[in-house]
C-alpha cells in the first residue's frame, strides 16, 4: 500500500473511530460502517465574552 492509499485509510479509520484492522475488516466483509455524524461528541457552547 503506497503512503496516499495508508493516508486516506487512516482518515477513514479516524471518521469512523475504527481501528486500521477493523476498518479494513469491515470494507473486506461488507459490513457497513458507523456513520461519522452519530459518533460526533457534542461540541462546547462558546464562552460569553464578559467586558
Request: charged share 20%; aromatic share 2%; hydrophobic share 35%.
Amino acid at each position: 500500500m503506497n503512503d496516499a492509499k495508508r493516508a486516506h485509510l487512516d482518515a477513514l479509520a479516524e471518521n469512523t473511530h475504527l481501528s486500521r484492522s477493523e476498518l479494513l475488516r469491515r470494507l473486506i466483509l461488507g459490513t457497513p460502517l458507523p456513520d461519522p455524524a452519530s459518533l460526533s461528541w457534542p461540541t462546547a457552547s462558546p464562552t460569553p465574552n464578559r467586558s
